[in-house]
């Protein structure tokens, strides 16, 4: 039904849990032998099945799901009719980068002729490049029926290239406003904190006046400004949890890029804290007296 790598979203129901996004693809019998892909479990499909309710999953999804134990275990697509998991093959094709809305969990269905249309041809060649048998190709489907249309005739390298340039597109916009965003706020946080801190200065000056130890008073300095820190990252991380939940945009890296980006907004923190918290503790006693 689709080129390997770019197979289209479905939800799933498994028996313990549902709306679950796979990547769903229809394929013939012979689609794992055809392609050289190992059977890790169970089988691959038979000609039998076609007319039976069964699926092969990849390792990605019999591991996440079902920590393994996928054989037997049956899921529903799309609230239809209940599947059988008779086999678990190897994650393919290798080295694909998945786009931002991406399930790496893949449903493999079988179909018989006739059944998907438009139809996507995979023909492994045993001699030569790919693409010197395309003309070839085309004589024989002419051969065939003069109907018969073949269209964006290419290796599968080429096919994932393609792809992948617009994966790697994707990712590189989400970057690139994910580290604009990112250095706006850290910019944002450190100007409002050393703004915060500075307006202090005279405190600090009058405390020290009055005979305030100084340990003291950068603890206190600090501890507020980290406390205002802590709980804007606190918000922040429920925000994106919530956010995540829903959409998948980090692809259940939250747990580590949700910590490394609150660590680093708080090391921004600190260090706009250091600078007018040094300032304020070199003040002269008469000076700040003086300015109040």
């Given amino acids: 039904m689709a080129i390997p790598g770019n197979e289209p979203s479905a939800k799933i129901d498994t028996e313990n849990a549902g709306g679950l996004d796979v990547r769903l693809n229809r394929v013939d019998v012979n689609f794992f032998r055809a392609l050289d892909v190992p059977i890790l479990a169970g089988r691959g499909f038979e000609p039998a099945d076609v007319a039976s309710a069964v699926v092969v999953v990849n390792q990605s999804f019999a591991l996440r799901i079902f920590r393994g134990d996928a054989l037997g275990r049956r899921i529903r697509v799309e609230s239809g009719r209940w599947y059988e998991i008779v086999g678990i093959v190897r994650d393919f094709p290798a080295g694909v980068t998945p786009g931002m809305l991406d399930s790496q969990l893949k449903l493999f269905h079988p179909a018989a002729a006739g059944q998907v249309q438009p139809v996507t041809l995979s023909l492994r060649v045993r001699d030569g490049a790919p693409s010197t048998f395309a003309r070839r190709l085309s004589e024989i489907a002419v051969a065939v029926d003069p109907d018969l249309q073949l269209l964006n005739i290419r290796s599968l390298d080429d096919a994932l290239r393609q792809e ?5 597109l994707e990712a590189a916009m989400l970057g690139g406003i994910s580290l604009s965003v990112l250095l706006l706020s850290s ?12 307006q202090r200065r005279k405190e600090i000056g009058i405390r020290i006046a009055l005979g305030a130890n100084r340990k003291r008073i950068i603890a206190s300095i600090f501890s507020r ?7 804007g990252n606190a918000l922040g991380a429920a925000a994106a949890a919530a956010l995540e939940s829903g959409n998948n945009l980090m692809r259940d890296n939250g747990a580590v890029v949700l910590p ?3 660590l680093f907004m708080m090391a921004v923190g600190f260090v706009a804290a250091l600078g007018p918290a040094r300032r304020g503790l070199c003040i002269e006693p008469t000076e700040a007296l003086r300015e109040e």
Avoid: D, E
């Fill in 260 to 262: 490394i980006v609150a």
């Fill in 225 to 231: 400004a980290l406390g205002q820190l802590a709980m």
């Fill in 187 to 198: 910019a944002g946080i450190y100007a409002l904190m050393s703004f915060t801190v500075s």
């Fill in 164 to 168: 992948q340039w617009i994966r790697r």
